[in-house]
């Protein structure tokens, strides 16, 4: 069974920044794609930053040159720099991690931690 631990969330002000960390249970090598998902109170979920096995990297578009997502195989780790904070930050964060074995699509979460944003 696949855990993935988040760690790193808090209470930061306007323009401060955050480092969120996912440590996996087992091999991150193992997914082709791991990331980053926010949801904010009274709103769906939605991708923050994603990177693959082999490095190729995707942002939502109001993150973009803010946040900055790495992952590290040899630790099992996956984690968001977030810089340049906004209130509109605010939200769950969650650690996602996809594995496909002969076809089939599994999809990892982790148990989120919030991130707050407020002067």
């Known amino acids: 069974q696949v855990q993935l631990v988040e760690s790193g969330g808090g209470l930061v002000q306007p323009g401060g920044s955050l480092r969120l960390s996912c440590v996996a249970s087992g091999s991150m090598a193992r997914f082709y794609s791991t990331g980053w998902y926010r949801q904010a109170l009274g709103k769906q979920r939605e991708l923050v930053a994603t990177i693959s096995r082999g490095g190729s990297i995707n942002y939502r578009d109001s993150v973009k040159g803010r946040f900055t997502i790495s992952r590290d195989n040899a630790k099992n780790t996956v984690d968001l720099q977030m810089n340049s904070l906004q209130p509109e930050d605010t939200a769950v964060y969650y650690c996602?991690?996809?594995?496909?074995?002969?076809?089939?699509?599994?999809?990892?979460w982790g148990q989120g931690t919030q991130v707050t944003v407020s002067s």
């Open positions: 996602n991690a996809i594995r496909v074995t002969l076809g089939v699509e599994y999809d990892y």
